[in-house]
């Protein structure tokens, strides 16, 4: 594994977003056993209702986010080190 990809910023800060966007998610669904939905209305506090809407539009822009901070981030590696980034991105999100 090629630790040293860390050392290019644009990949590890949207490494490090990944990471956070998908664990947060599993932790909610799977420790807390929230379904889908629950899961996505989980974070506002009860006493702000009103915050449920934003909260809503804030998991479809994290479904638009996702796909292109993984493509940029594929792209912040040069060509010859691309297979390399993407094993240890995966290694990190697995653990």
Known sequence: MNLRLLRIRPYAVA??????????TLFLRQAMHLPPLTTGLALPPRSYPWQVPGTVL????????????????????????RADASVLRQTIRQL
């Open 15 to 24: 490494t490090g977003q990944l990471i956070g966007i998908v664990h947060g």
């Open 58 to 81: 804030a998991g479809i822009g994290m479904g638009i986010q996702v796909p292109a901070l993984s493509a940029e981030l594929m792209r912040a590696v040069p060509r010859q080190d």
